[in-house]
């Protein structure tokens, strides 16, 4: 199994509040993402990292912020968590090439109140 | 709009037969495909993967058909096994534009199958 852990594996937080997830890896894969499952939508994409301070959005980005000043970790950021954003979230990694394989971490499940 | 899909959201098979999981895109640029399995409480995890350039994968139990006229893969899966039961998620990359070369992924909403003994 690919080196990934992800932090905390369950929070619950009331709207309004700020939370931050984490995503950490120990296989120094440049490639890293956060994605979303939620009922009937499957996995999308909030946003990836291409590599140390390179990040961009991905499919529903809205309300969320990343960071990532090493190649370890990954950090989701929700300024001001919603109801909407009760999720769970899964952090990817992989290694390089856009057909590399992305391996997941076990999620963190968010119950926002 | 879903550029993945998967229209069946259950399947139930004997121990033992074939489980054929189905998936269909739309984005013609779609060139590398894989199959994840999810069991409650767990991420994701890789089962098997095909490009485009192929149109058959095999590995042990499990076979990933492509259909790339048709838009069309599916998984095999033979014989199944109880621990086989979990969400199986499609999903695609490729279809980059504007140079990206990241391999986003595309997922299909899963089909939850259930291997009864």
């Not at chain 1, 509040?17 to 995503?23: G, I, K, M, W």
């Not at chain 1, 990817?92 to 590399?100: E, G, K, P, Q, Y």
């Not at chain 2, 998984?75 to 969400?87: E, K």
Request: proline fraction near 4%.
């Amino acid at each position: 199994d690919a080196g990934i852990t992800q932090s905390p594996r369950h929070k619950v937080t009331e709207t309004g509040t700020p939370v931050t997830l984490r995503c950490h890896q120990t296989e120094n894969h440049r490639y890293m993402y956060w994605y979303r499952q939620d009922p009937g939508h499957g996995l999308r994409l909030i946003h990836y990292s291409y590599g140390v301070k390179d990040t961009d959005k991905g499919e529903v980005s809205d309300g969320y912020s990343v960071s990532r000043s090493k190649t370890e970790d990954f950090l989701l950021t929700l300024e001001s968590a919603t109801s909407s954003q009760t999720s769970v979230y899964f952090c990817a990694i992989s290694r390089d090439s856009r057909t590399d394989t992305q391996y997941f971490g076990p999620g963190t499940r968010l119950t926002v109140l | 709009d879903q550029q993945v899909k998967q229209n069946s959201p259950s399947l139930s098979v004997q121990e033992g037969r074939i489980s054929i999981l189905n998936c269909d895109y739309t984005n013609s640029m779609f060139d590398y495909f894989l199959w994840y399995k999810k069991y409650p409480a767990e991420g994701p995890t890789f089962l098997i993967s095909i490009s485009s350039i192929k149109d058959k994968n095999e590995d042990g139990r499990f076979t990933v058909f492509l259909n790339k006229s048709a838009k069309h893969l599916s998984l095999h899966i033979v014989p199944s096994q109880p621990g086989d039961s979990a969400v199986y998620f499609c999903a695609a990359s490729g279809g980059s534009t504007g140079g990206s070369t990241l391999g986003r992924l595309y997922f299909g909403r899963g089909t939850q199958l259930t291997v009864w003994p």
